[in-house]
C-alpha cells in the first residue's frame, strides 16, 4: 500500500491539472468566445484574451476585476465592457495607485487600493499637464512622484485607447450605424465631388458624411488592436487594419468589410442586453475567418488555451506542496514515513515539472523562438534547469535535499515570473539585433543555466547553514555530501556561465565587433564567472573548508541575483527606481537575507545545533 | 629570494586574491558607469594598470586600486608560474591545461585587441559610394589643394598636434599650420551668450561666432565637438587666423600664390582599397508597429585592384568581413535614406571563438572525468544503504 501513497497523489493532482482542460459551457454571453478571436498587436498575432490579461495586468496587476456584489470580472469580460460599453467600464475600480503624494494631486481619499477612471478624470487635465512637464526628464533623474504619476499616466493612456478601439464614443447602436454609414456613402461623395467641381452640391449628404468619416478618424488615430483582416484574397496575410482605419477606407469602395459588420453586431448586440445576438456574430464571424485566416485562428486559439490552462501556475501549486512534503521528510523519524514523504515529493516535483516543460514547450512553440527571450521567461527556464538538477542531486543521494532545492527553485523563480509579468505582453517581438534564434538558443540558454546552477549551489549551502545551525539534523555525512554537492554544482556552473559569457561575447562580435564592451549586463555574467573561479581557486588552495565553502556559495547568490536584476536597475537608473520600484525592494532585501546567512555560516562551530551535539 | 618569488606567485592564494579583486573591480566599475558613462568608468576601471581615487581626475589623484590591466597581467604571471610549479602529465589533468590554456588566450588576445583594433564608421547615403571610414571620437585638420580640377591634394593633421598648439610643415604644403587656440570639445553660437567668448579670427568665415570650451565628453553615445584656431604661415607672412571646427560642416576656403585651399576640421579618415556602393537600405518593421525587426544595406563591393565587383548585404548579426575589415549594420539615418556601418579593424577577433572552444572542452571533460567515475561509484552501492544512514542521522 506505502508503495502506491506516492503514486495516488501524482494521479490525484494530475487530476486536478487536467480538470482545468474541461471548462462547463458559458451561458448567456459567449465571452471565451470572443476572446479567441485574433487581432494584431505589438507586431504579432494574439487572441483578445491576451489582450485583455496583459492590459489589464499593467494596470491592476492582477487579471481579474472583482466587483463590489461580490462577483468577479474575467479579463475577457472586462475588456469586452471597455470596447462596448465604457460607459460603465469606467465605474470599475482598477486603476492601482499607491503613491500618497499622486493621491493627494488627484484629490482621492488615500483609504482605498484602487480606483475608477470616474474617480480620476476630474483631474486628467492635470495629470496630462504634469506629465508634459515630466516626459522631457531623463527616466533615471525622475522622482518617485513623477516616476508613479508616469505610469498612471500611461495606463490611463492604456485605458483610454481602448475604450474607442472597437466604437466611435458615443455609438449605442452600432450595427444601425454602420447601415446608415454605408447609405450616406454615395450620396456623400457625389456631394463631394460636386463641390470640388465648383458645383451645386446636397449640403446635408456632404456634412452627413463628414460626420460619421470624423468619429472613425479618431478610432482610426488612437484604436490599438489592428482586428480587421483584409478582404483581398491578394493582400499580405499580416495586413490588418483597426477597425476606424477599415470604416474609412469604406469610403473608397463603398462596401462596409464583414469584420467590420460582424463587430457592429456584437457592439449592438452586447449593449441591446441580447446575448443571443452576440454570440451569433460571434460565431459567426469565426466561421468567416476559419477557411481565410486559418494559421491566425489557430495561433489565437491555442494562445488562448495557454492562458487559460495556466500551466505555470499549476505547476507552482503542486512545487509548494512537494516543498512541505520534503521539509516534513527532515524532521519525521516515524517508522518510513521520512522515506514516504521524501518519494511523495519526488514524485510530485516530476509531475509539476513535467506541467513545468509542458508550458515552456508551449511558450516556444507560440513564439516561434527558444525559451529565454525576455526576463520574464528567463526566470521561468531558471527554475526549469534548477529543478533538473534538484532531481539529479535526489536521485543520486536520497536524501531529500535534492528535493526541497528543486520545489523550492520551482515555486520561487514561478513567483518571480509572475511579479514580472506585470509589465505587459510577455511574449513581445524581438527587436532587431535580438531576433536571432541562433544566438538566443546558444548564448542565452547557456548562460541562463549558469545562472540557474549557481543559484542551485547558492541553495544548497543556506540548507547546510539553517540545518547546521538550527537543527541536529546535518550529520557529519550528511554535511559531506552537501559539500560535494556544492562543488560539483559550481564546477557545473562555472563551466555553463564562462560558455554562455563568451558566446555572449561572440554574439557581439558578430553584430557589431566588439567582443568585450564592459556593458552592465556583460559585467554581471563575468563576474559570475569569476566568483566561481575564485571559488573553486579557494577550494583547491585548501583556503577554505566546509563552512567556508558554503559561505562563499551564499554570496554567489548574491552574485547572480545582482547580474539577472541589479544591472538592469542600474540601466534605467539607480536613484529614482531604486526606492520606487518594488523589484529593487526585493533585490535589496534579498541580498540583505544572504548577508545574514553568511553571518549565520560565520558563527563559532560550538554555537552550531548540529555540531555541538555529537552525533 | 627568487625562489621566495617564483613560490608568491605560483601560489593559489595569489590567485584567489586577484580573482576577489577583479570581482570587486567589476562591480565596482559598473556601478561607476552610473555617474561616470561607459566610456570613461571602461577607461578608468578596466583598461588601465591603475584605479586612482578621485575618480573624476582631479587632485589628490592617488591610486586607490589595482586596474584591469595590472591585475590581467598578474593572473597570467600567476598562472604560468603555477602551471610551471603543479604541472604533471597525464589525462587528468589534461583538462586543467586546456581550460586555462585557453583563458590565456582570451586574456592575451583581447590585450591585444585594446591596442590594435580600430573602430571606424562608413556612413553612406542609398547612391553614394566612398573608400574610406571615419572615426567615431578622432578628428583631423585636412588641408586641401584643391587648385586642380580633377584632384585633391591633402595633408591631413592629426589633433594631437593641435592639442599641442605645435606647428606643422609638409613638404606638400608651401606654408605651415600654426595652432593657437585649441579646445578639445566645443560649442559655437551666433549670438553672445553666458560663458561664451568671441572667436577672434583675422580671415576666413566665423569671426563674428561666438565660443566656449566644454568639459570632455564621456558617455558612450556622445562625442565631442573639437574647435580651434588656426594661423597659416608663409614665408611671405601670416595669412592670418582662422576658426576650424567639427560644429562647422563648411571649409575655410583661401589662396596662396595662385592656388586654392580649404581647411576642414573633420573626423580622421581611413582609406581603404577598395570602395562600397549603397545599393539599398532596407528598415523592417513589425505588422503594425513600429518595432524594428531588421536593418539591412545591400551594398557593391568594388576592389580596381583584383578586379572583384560583387553584391553583398549586411544586416544584423551578419557582417561582411573583407580583408582584415568587418562591416556591422550599425544604425541609419532618420530618413532611412542612408545607412551607418561601424567598420571594425581587429587582427585578433579569431581568439575568443578558440578560448571558448578550448575553455568549454576542458571544463567537461574535468567536470566528466570526476562526474563518471563518482556516479559509477554512487550507482554501484545499493540504494537501500541510505535509509539507515538516514536513521543513523536522527538518533
Not at chain 1, 471597455?82 to 481619499?109: H, S, T, W, Y
Request: contains cysteine; proline residues 5%; aromatic residues 12%.
Amino acid at each position: 500500500m506505502k508503495k502506491w501513497i506516492p503514486l495516488i497523489l501524482v494521479a490525484a493532482l494530475a487530476g486536478w491539472v487536467l480538470s482545468g482542460l474541461d471548462q462547463p459551457p458559458e451561458t448567456g454571453l459567449q465571452t471565451r468566445e470572443f476572446g479567441k478571436l485574433p487581432v494584431l498587436m505589438d507586431g504579432r498575432f494574439q487572441p483578445f484574451d491576451s489582450v485583455a490579461r496583459n492590459s489589464l495586468l499593467q494596470i491592476r496587476t492582477k487579471q481579474t476585476v472583482p466587483l463590489d456584489n461580490g462577483q468577479t470580472l474575467t479579463a475577457n469580460e472586462w475588456l469586452l465592457e471597455v470596447l462596448m460599453k465604457p460607459e460603465q467600464a469606467d465605474d470599475r475600480k482598477i486603476f492601482r495607485i499607491d503613491n500618497g503624494e499622486v493621491l493627494a494631486l488627484l484629490k482621492l481619499p488615500e483609504n482605498q487600493k484602487f480606483y475608477s477612471f470616474n474617480q480620476i478624470k476630474p483631474q486628467a487635465d492635470e495629470i496630462e499637464k504634469q506629465a508634459d512637464r515630466i516626459e522631457p526628464i531623463d527616466a533615471a533623474k525622475r522622482t518617485v512622484f513623477e516616476t508613479q504619476l508616469m505610469k498612471l499616466f500611461s495606463e490611463m493612456n492604456l485605458y483610454q485607447r481602448l475604450e474607442i478601439s472597437l466604437k466611435p464614443p458615443g455609438t449605442d447602436d452600432f450595427a444601425a450605424e454602420l447601415a446608415a454609414f454605408q447609405q450616406s456613402i454615395a450620396p456623400g461623395i457625389a456631394a463631394m465631388q460636386a463641390r470640388d467641381a465648383g458645383k451645386k452640391f446636397d449640403q446635408d449628404a456632404f456634412n452627413n458624411l463628414i460626420g460619421f468619416m470624423g468619429s472613425y478618424q479618431t478610432v482610426a488615430r488612437y484604436a490599438l488592436p489592428a482586428m480587421v483582416p483584409p478582404t483581398d484574397p491578394g493582400a499580405p496575410r499580416d495586413d490588418w487594419q483597426n477597425i476606424g482605419t477599415n470604416l474609412m477606407a469604406t469610403a473608397h469602395t463603398g462596401e462596409i468589410s464583414p469584420p467590420a459588420q460582424a463587430y457592429a453586431a456584437m457592439v449592438t448586440g452586447y449593449r441591446s442586453g441580447s446575448p443571443a445576438d452576440f454570440n451569433q456574430a460571434v460565431a459567426a464571424y469565426h466561421l468567416w475567418l476559419a477557411d481565410r485566416f486559418a494559421p491566425q485562428v489557430n495561433k489565437a486559439r491555442q494562445e488562448f488555451f495557454f492562458n487559460s490552462f495556466q500551466p505555470f501556475y499549476k505547476a507552482l501549486v503542486i512545487y509548494v506542496l512537494a516543498l512541505l512534503l520534503a521539509l516534513c521528510s527532515w524532521f519525521v523519524s516515524w517508522g518510513n514515513l521520512a522515506e514516504l514523504l521524501r518519494r511523495s515529493a519526488f514524485c510530485l516535483i516530476g509531475l509539476a515539472w513535467v506541467i513545468h516543460t509542458f508550458g515552456l514547450i508551449f511558450r516556444m512553440y507560440l513564439e516561434g523562438r527558444p525559451p529565454v527571450t525576455n526576463l520574464y521567461s528567463s526566470a521561468i527556464f531558471i527554475g526549469w534547469g534548477a529543478v533538473i538538477l534538484g532531481m539529479a542531486l535526489e536521485k543520486i543521494y536520497h536524501d531529500g535535499i535534492g528535493c526541497v532545492v528543486a520545489a523550492f527553485a520551482g515555486f520561487v523563480t514561478q513567483i518571480i515570473a509572475h511579479n514580472l509579468a506585470m509589465t505587459g505582453d510577455t511574449m513581445e517581438m524581438m527587436r532587431a539585433v535580438l531576433d536571432t534564434n541562433f544566438w538566443l538558443a546558444t548564448h542565452v540558454v547557456v548562460v541562463t543555466l549558469g545562472y540557474a546552477s549557481t543559484f542551485v549551489a547558492g541553495f544548497l549551502a543556506i540548507i547546510y547553514i539553517l540545518r547546521g545551525v538550527f537543527t541536529n539534523t546535518l550529520s557529519p555525512e550528511t554535511a559531506k555530501s552537501l559539500a560535494r554537492m556544492v562543488y560539483g554544482i559550481v564546477c557545473f556552473a562555472t563551466l555553463f556561465s564562462f560558455v554562455g559569457t563568451v558566446l555572449g561575447g561572440i554574439w557581439a562580435d558578430q553584430s557589431w565587433g566588439r567582443f568585450w564592451g564592459w556593458d552592465p549586463k556583460e559585467n554581471g555574467a563575468l563576474l559570475i564567472v569569476l566568483w566561481n573561479a575564485t571559488i573553486l581557486h579557494a577550494r583547491w588552495g585548501g583556503l577554505v573548508r566546509e563552512r567556508g565553502l558554503m559561505n562563499l556559495a551564499v554570496v554567489g547568490n548574491i552574485v547572480t541575483s545582482w547580474s539577472w536584476f541589479g544591472v538592469n536597475m542600474l540601466g534605467i537608473g539607480l536613484h529614482s527606481y531604486g526606492f520606487t520600484d518594488a523589484a529593487f525592494y526585493w533585490l535589496m532585501l534579498f541580498v540583505i537575507s544572504q548577508l545574514a546567512l553568511i553571518g549565520l555560516g560565520l558563527l563559532p562551530v560550538k554555537l552550531w545545533k548540529s555540531f555541538s551535539v555529537p552525533a | 629570494m627568487l625562489k621566495a618569488l617564483f613560490k608568491l606567485f605560483s601560489s593559489l592564494k595569489l590567485t584567489v586574491t586577484c580573482l576577489s579583486l577583479g570581482c570587486i573591480l567589476v562591480f565596482w566599475g559598473t556601478l561607476a558607469q552610473v555617474h561616470l558613462g561607459l566610456y570613461k568608468a571602461q577607461n578608468e576601471f578596466f583598461r588601465s594598470f591603475l584605479v586612482y581615487w578621485p575618480l573624476d581626475g582631479s587632485a589628490p589623484h592617488l591610486p586607490i586600486f589595482p586596474g584591469g590591466y595590472l591585475l590581467g597581467t598578474v593572473l597570467l604571471i600567476n598562472l604560468l608560474a603555477a602551471h610551471l610549479r603543479y604541472y604533471q602529465p597525464g589525462k587528468r589533468k589534461i583538462g586543467i591545461a586546456l581550460i586555462h590554456l585557453g583563458v590565456v588566450l582570451l586574456l592575451v588576445g583581447q590585450m591585444l585587441t585594446d591596442f590594435l583594433a580600430r573602430e571606424s564608421a562608413l556612413h553612406l547615403r542609398i547612391g553614394e559610394t566612398k573608400n574610406y571610414s571615419e572615426a567615431d571620437r578622432a578628428y583631423e585638420l585636412a588641408v586641401m589643394d584643391t587648385t586642380d580640377k580633377d584632384s585633391d591634394k591633402v595633408v591631413a593633421i592629426p589633433c594631437s598636434v593641435l592639442v599641442r598648439r605645435g606647428t606643422v610643415s609638409d613638404s606638400e604644403m608651401p606654408f605651415a599650420v600654426r595652432a593657437k587656440t585649441f579646445y578639445a570639445n566645443s560649442e559655437l553660437t551666433e549670438k553672445s551668450a553666458a560663458g561664451f567668448e568671441p572667436v577672434k579670427t583675422t580671415a576666413g568665415a566665423g569671426s563674428d561666432l561666438w565660443w566656449r570650451e566644454l568639459p570632455r565628453e564621456t558617455a558612450m553615445d556622445r562625442v565631442d565637438a573639437p574647435s580651434a584656431v588656426v594661423e597659416i604661415a608663409t614665408p611671405q607672412g601670416s595669412l592670418g587666423t582662422f576658426l576650424v571646427s567639427a560644429m562647422l560642416s563648411q571649409p575655410q576656403p583661401f589662396t596662396f600664390n595662385h592656388r586654392t585651399y580649404e581647411m576642414l576640421l573633420r573626423p580622421e579618415r581611413f582609406y581603404m582599397p577598395f570602395s562600397l556602393h549603397l545599393i539599398e537600405f532596407r528598415h523592417d518593421r513589425y505588422a503594425g508597429t513600429d518595432i524594428p525587426k531588421n536593418f539591412s544595406s545591400r551594398v557593391r563591393l568594388q576592389n580596381l585592384d583584383s578586379g572583384e565587383n560583387r553584391e553583398v548585404l549586411i544586416y544584423m548579426n551578419n557582417p561582411l568581413r573583407y580583408q582584415g575589415e568587418t562591416f556591422y549594420q550599425a544604425s541609419y539615418d532618420p530618413d532611412d535614406g542612408g545607412s551607418i556601418l561601424q567598420v571594425v579593424h581587429n587582427p585578433s577577433w579569431l581568439t575568443p571563438y578558440f578560448s571558448c572552444v578550448m575553455v568549454g572542452t576542458g571544463l567537461l571533460w574535468q567536470f566528466l572525468s570526476h562526474l563518471i567515475p563518482f556516479l559509477k561509484r554512487r550507482m554501484a552501492a545499493p540504494v537501500n544503504a541510505n535509509t539507515p544512514r538516514k536513521e543513523k542521522k536522527k538518533s
